[in-house]
């Protein structure tokens, strides 16, 4: 285990920094495309299946405080092996409900789980990686969840052929095991130890958010506009696939291709921002988003929206890692994963409302609109970051 940043290397590190995070995706990625049908099975209404499907997002959102805590309290390691008990008990949950809350309940606690591994990981690479290889290392940790997410319908499809919709569940239940496994093989970080008793005291989170709120006002509003456009390209798809009239398996080969040209580019964009600075993705990635969203109600069939969607997974790709690296250039040094906490709330509404927000939209007025509507979103971030991002390619570390 590193102790210092000139002693990381990016591809020794891979499995300590970023295997939990891969695996937690995975796990994830199994069970999200069979809840809604889980729920409805349990005799749950449309809307109450949604409101379950979004139940994991609401579960990080309201643990990310809680969750830099336990971090700090014991060491990510731990906090880790405990989110990895804490979740196969939640898979537990959902494989024997009988009831539709009782499934509700399981998927809100992987949530809180959730929250736990990806501020444990991002916090471990803040101390661990070095300025220079900062962003790289983001953007993997970014990565390897979407790729774990892209996987795991995959798996989860495999396991429900042989065993029914229950399959899904209990290859998550294999792989959540897996992970609490590999969690607890990996050290914490020797850096945070602190000498001869001199640990300062940990920031209440509410002190932390008065001290440091010109830059979650600023930058933080900007990331979460990031969030929510993100969550936006999640849902806009289909609903435009199904209003121009294309099928569901034309939609899914539109949505997997885009998704297979977003993984291509997480690592180019991490070395960009490496090299050449926050803005010089952060700008071109947003202003691409932004553009994809305002010209989807120009698209009226399969070749022109895949266009579209191409030119989106561009966008996103090319974005990978920005809302965990300038997140992490932000930090002070004391009360770092505290603040890594609140900068989580602040994206996780983003990536909550997002959707909330294109779905009022299309009742106040159409589908269009609100598409272009919401890429004005991306817009809005471009212009945010193009006025309070710091200029050059190092990155801004906070000094206290």
């Not at 591809?11 to 199994?30: K, Y």
């Not at 949950?93 to 499934?103: M, N």
């Not at 990978?320 to 989580?344: M, N």
Request: glycine content about 12%; some cysteine; proline content about 5%.
């Amino acid at each position: 285990m590193p102790s210092s940043p000139e002693d990381f290397s990016l591809r020794r590190m891979a499995i300590p920094a970023f295997g939990p995070s891969l695996m937690f995706g995975l796990c994830e990625g199994t069970i999200l495309p069979v809840l809604a049908l889980s729920a409805r099975a349990l005799g749950a209404s449309l809307a109450a299946a949604g409101l379950i499907v979004a139940l994991i997002g609401l579960g990080s959102l309201l643990a990310n405080v809680p969750a830099a805590w336990l971090a700090t309290r014991f060491g990510e390691r731990r906090a880790m092996v405990g989110a990895a008990a804490f979740a196969l008990v939640a898979l537990v949950l959902c494989l024997v409900a009988r009831r539709a809350w009782v499934l509700g309940l399981g998927v809100f606690m992987v949530g809180l789980a959730r929250a736990v591994f990806m501020l444990a990981r991002q916090s471990f690479l803040v101390e661990a990686a070095p300025v220079h290889l900062r962003a790289r290392a983001m953007a993997l940790l970014g990565g390897v969840h979407r790729i774990g997410m892209f996987a795991g319908p995959f798996l989860g499809a495999a396991f429900i052929h042989g065993l029914g919709l229950s399959g899904a569940y209990w290859a998550a239940l294999i792989v959540m095991l897996a992970t609490g496994a590999l969690s607890l093989l990996v050290p914490d970080l020797q850096a945070r130890a602190q000498p001869d008793g001199a640990q300062q005291a940990v920031p209440a989170a509410w002190p932390m958010m008065r001290a440091h709120a010109p830059v979650l006002a600023t930058l933080g509003v900007a990331t979460s506009l990031v969030a929510a456009i993100r969550a936006c390209r999640q849902v806009v798809i289909p609903l435009w696939a199904s209003h121009i009239g294309l099928d569901a398996a034309t939609t899914s080969l539109i949505y997997g291709l885009m998704g297979a040209v977003d993984m291509l580019l997480f690592y180019p964009a991490g070395r960009v921002m490496d090299q050449r600075g926050r803005r010089a993705v952060a700008l071109p990635s947003m202003l691409i988003m932004g553009a994809s969203f305002c010209l989807m109600p120009l698209t009226s069939g399969f070749a022109s929206l895949l266009a579209v969607s191409l030119l989106m997974g561009v966008g996103n790709g090319m974005g990978a890692g920005i809302v965990l690296t300038i997140g992490a250039d932000a930090s002070p040094l004391k009360g770092r994963t505290q603040f890594l906490g609140l900068w989580r709330v602040i994206t996780d509404m983003g990536g909550g409302g997002g959707p909330l927000l294109l779905s009022l939209l299309t009742a106040l007025i159409t589908l269009a609109g609100g598409v272009v509507v919401t890429g004005g979103l991306g817009l809005t971030a471009a212009w945010m970051f193009w006025r309070w991002l710091p200029r050059g390619a190092a990155a801004v570390a906070r000094p206290s």
